[in-house]
């Protein structure tokens, strides 16, 4: 095997490996919410008011699923689709106040979450390992 598909690999599971751990630490503190919409939540709260298809770039989605993530929070009571003030066939989402409240609850659930999954690494290591990602990320 080369080394850069063990090392696509290993990423590949460190990423699955925090979703099963995100979503553990969200059912034992009763967060109402999958590791993906968490994610969704947590950009809108922070961008709110942006179109689907900007949230559906960001968390690497294709637009159904999207779309499908979207009604789930909304019938949940977590989101609201708004029409556009500009152009009346575009609908752009927001946060209620029950999603920024879910949202700051597990924040801190996830936060305690990856601090565990993280735990044995140093600062420099981390530091050196984020330097890495974004080069990485950059090749795409």
């Given amino acids: 095997m080369s080394e850069r598909l063990q090392l ?5 599971h460190v990423v ?8 553990a630490a969200f059912r034992i503190h009763n967060i109402p919410l999958s590791v993906e919409q968490y994610r969704l939540l947590f950009l809108v709260s922070h961008q709110p ?3 689907q298809e900007f949230y559906a ?4 989605r294709d637009r159904s699923s999207l779309t499908r993530m979207i009604q789930q ?3 949940s009571g977590m989101l609201l689709r708004l029409q556009s003030d500009l152009d009346r066939r575009s609908l752009h989402v927001e946060p209620t106040l029950e999603g ?9 659930v996830a936060e305690e979450a990856m601090r565990q999954l993280w735990d044995g690494i140093a600062a420099e290591e981390r530091e050196l ?3 890495l990602l974004v080069r990485l990320r950059g090749n795409s």
């Fill in 16 to 23: 699955n490996r925090q979703a099963v751990v995100l979503d």
């Fill in 100 to 108: 920024k409240e879910w949202v700051q609850k597990a924040k801190i």
């Fill in 8 to 12: 696509s690999l290993l990423l590949s």
């Fill in 129 to 131: 390992l984020n330097g």
């Fill in 49 to 51: 008011a942006a179109h």
């Fill in 57 to 60: 770039r960001k968390l690497g």
């Fill in 73 to 75: 929070l909304e019938k």
